[in-house]
């Protein structure tokens, strides 16, 4: 029997004084769980209702009860006696689900603020609780917001937003030439100096140096969420990075384009060599290592090395069965090993 004493969470839903709906939490272990009749106050309507709505939630599949349903001890008075029952608990994804079910002014207002909510996302790509983060919540409350600033900074060193940054600055240049070639070399001598002070090698050695075909992942340690590698992810050199490695990269490339963007807001004369030099004047600052060489490995040389192990990782993958064909062959088994259906007799005449 669970003996989990009362939870202390809680959930407000609530209108501003310029009319916009928010919605504050308490979490507990990064959850929230209300009773049936804390929803139906939440939301303004009857526990019958809530009950109702839940058991749809459940019968439909929309959520798994064992992974949202908790007991919890609570004591209540009931008439002239204090007493301790087991109440069950529903933990946030129901409360939601719930929300976007219930035909009630709160209703309403809930699925308004979601509805902007998941409409900022969609368009924008995030979506923030400005006021939240920008107050810190109290003793005991996970803080998120470093998490946050981790994968903003994640993001902005993507190659190809690191690139496009780089080309921003680039342009700032009074020798400036809209040429890719000259593009792309004031990049890679750019992106090589910060791998080099995050952890001692250029791009195309670390990639020439961990790409293998028979390792996990080929030796990636950042992959799709899907899991599937394709051959544009292997020539990545950021993909190869342990979590210490990366992260020091990534606070390398933002400090450095906070640095350049304020250099470029003070109207500053710059050529390209300056840009250079300024990078070289930022690490060795933060005592960083400094590169003043070409590396031992081409960028050609790491793309043709990493493109022969992602053929070869192709081939150990295509030789693999594949699940939906061990599953055929387990029901072709099973169904031979059926007893065989005995021949109906025929009828004496």
């Known amino acids: 029997m669970p003996d989990s004493p009362e939870p ?9 004084e310029d009319g916009r709906t928010r919605i504050q939490c308490r979490f507990e272990n990064e959850t929230i769980w209300l009773s049936q009749a804390l929803i139906a106050e939440l939301f303004q309507v009857t526990v019958p209702t809530v009950n109702e709505h839940l058991k749809g939630i459940y019968a439909e599949g929309e959520l798994a009860a064992e992974a949202t349903i908790r007991k919890f001890r609570i004591v209540r008075s009931e008439g002239r006696r204090e007493v301790t029952r087991e109440i069950e608990h529903y933990s946030l994804p129901s409360i939601l689900a719930v929300g976007f079910r219930v035909r009630s002014h709160r209703g309403t207002q809930f699925r308004q603020w979601a509805t902007a909510r998941l409409t900022e996302y969609l368009v924008k790509g ?70 080099w002070a995050a952890h001692g090698q250029t791009a195309a050695e670390v990639i020439h140096a961990r790409v293998d075909a028979g390792q996990p992942f080929m030796g990636l340690k950042t992959t799709r ?91 150990l993958v295509d030789s ?19 007893p065989k259906p005995k021949k109906p007799k025929r009828p004496k005449s």
């Open 8 to 16: 202390q969470s809680s959930i407000i839903l609530y209108q501003t």
């Open 126 to 195: 995030f979506t923030m609780d400005d006021e939240r983060l920008k107050n810190p919540p109290g003793k005991g409350h996970k803080d998120y917001f470093d998490e946050q600033l981790e994968r903003i900074r994640d993001i902005r060193s993507s190659e190809r937003r690191f690139y496009q940054k780089v080309l921003d600055i680039y342009a700032t240049s009074v020798d400036y030439t809209p040429n890719t070639e000259l593009s792309q070399q004031f990049f890679a001598t750019v992106q090589n100096k910060m791998h």
């Open 225 to 315: 969420p899907d899991g599937i590698i394709r051959k544009e992810d292997v020539t990545i050199a950021k993909n190869y990075l342990d979590g210490d490695e990366l992260g020091t990269l990534n606070r390398i490339v933002n400090a450095y384009i906070e640095f350049a963007e304020l250099r470029a807001l003070q109207r500053k004369v710059m050529t390209m060599r300056d840009w250079i030099t300024k990078l070289d004047e930022f690490l060795k600052l933060s005592e960083h290592q400094l590169l003043d060489h070409a590396g031992r490995i081409t960028a050609e040389q790491a793309r043709i090395k990493a493109e022969l192990e992602y053929s070869r990782y192709r081939t």
């Open 320 to 338: 693999q069965p594949r699940t939906v064909d061990l599953d055929f062959e387990k029901a072709a088994k099973e169904l031979k090993a059926l």
